[in-house]
């Protein structure tokens, strides 16, 4: 077989290569990808013990120090969802890791459940979310149709990102709304240098998509209609010291410079500086 674009179809040619793995694109589509699909031990490998706590891939500290950055995420997301009339429906949340979010939208009245195949992250579930929380979509079945399902920062991990967005479908109401988030290329990083973008960090994600591409994997897996895009994460700092932990006078004075000149472009021209965007959708009323 050969790296074919999954909306289109179209064979798709190597843009680059990320220590052993290529990177594929589709110019057609805007859409890139790693191809061949790494193989599942290198996929598991990723995902074992220590992926919520800074031991490899993933996150430092998602069930501590990151708690609170989750709730504002949550707060951010929510708002959105109410603003579109959303409030107090039943909403399923995938790939909820330890169901902050789900515990939030509990609390802002939506009737909320999540998925986790992590048993990592099953061991972080609070005794009092168990009851709404779930290991497979399976599961979560039973508790449909459902108003809204989520899926924040979910898509760009999956082998067939298109496939669950149809079972997905398959889960909803008629006129479900779907909120994901995704990292986004079009950044000057992506353009330019894309070996300097941390986004691109295969075999933990697979998938690059630009805002195009998002908008047409919605509407192919979920008969879904972008109504809403809002930026959810722009780094302060595009080249030098991107965390910000350096104390060397000279880094710290390019970083500084780096940070300025970021500003700027996000002025001049901000799809160049956006990292990850928040896509709603609602689905139309055909199946």
């Given at each position: 077989m050969s790296a074919r674009c999954l909306l289109c179809a179209r064979a798709c040619p190597v843009r680059f290569?990320?220590?052993?793995?290529?990177?594929?694109?589709?110019a057609a589509c805007d859409l890139e990808f790693v191809w061949p699909t790494p193989p599942p031990e290198a996929v598991e490998a990723v995902y074992a013990d220590g992926y919520f706590s800074g031991d490899g891939h993933g996150?430092?500290?998602?069930?501590?120090?990151?708690?609170?950055?989750?709730?504002?995420?949550?707060?951010?997301?929510?708002?959105?969802?109410?603003?579109?009339?959303?409030?107090?429906?039943?909403?399923?949340?995938?790939?909820?890791?330890?169901?902050?979010?789900?515990?939030?939208?509990?609390?802002?009245?939506?009737?909320?459940?999540?998925?986790?195949?992590?048993?990592?992250?099953?061991?972080?579930?609070?005794?009092?979310?168990?009851?709404?929380?779930?290991?497979?979509?399976d599961a979560a079945r039973a508790h449909g149709p459902f108003d809204v399902i989520t899926a924040w920062d979910v898509l760009e991990h999956l082998p067939d990102p298109l496939a669950t967005l149809r079972a997905l479908r398959a889960m909803a109401k008629p006129d479900a709304?779907?909120?994901?988030?995704?990292?986004?290329?079009?950044?000057?990083?992506?353009?330019?240098?894309?070996?300097?973008?941390?986004?691109?960090?295969?075999?933990e994600h697979l998938w690059f998509f630009s805002c195009a591409s998002m908008r047409a994997l919605l509407r192919a897996g979920a008969g879904a209609t972008v109504l809403r895009e809002d930026v959810a994460w722009s780094r302060d700092a595009r080249w030098v010291d991107l965390e910000g932990t350096?104390?060397?006078?000279?880094?710290?004075?390019?970083?500084?410079?780096?940070?300025?000149?970021?500003?700027l472009a996000r002025a001049v021209a901000p799809s160049l500086t956006v990292d990850s965007v928040a896509f709603y959708a609602k689905a139309n009323d055909e199946r």
């Open positions: 290569t990320k220590g052993v793995y290529a990177i594929h694109r589709c996150y430092r500290d998602y069930f501590g120090r990151e708690r609170a950055q989750a709730t504002r995420k949550s707060t951010v997301r929510l708002d959105a969802l109410d603003a579109l009339g959303c409030r107090g429906a039943r909403l399923l949340d995938v790939g909820c890791a330890a169901g902050f979010f789900v515990e939030d939208a509990r609390a802002r009245g939506y009737e909320a459940f999540g998925v986790e195949p992590s048993p990592e992250a099953q061991r972080a579930w609070s005794e009092a979310a168990r009851p709404w929380l779930m290991g497979d979509l709304v779907f909120a994901v988030v995704v990292p986004v290329i079009g950044n000057v990083n992506t353009r330019l240098a894309p070996a300097t973008w941390d986004q691109y960090k295969p075999p350096s104390r060397a006078p000279l880094t710290r004075a390019l970083r500084a410079i780096d940070g300025a000149a970021h500003r």
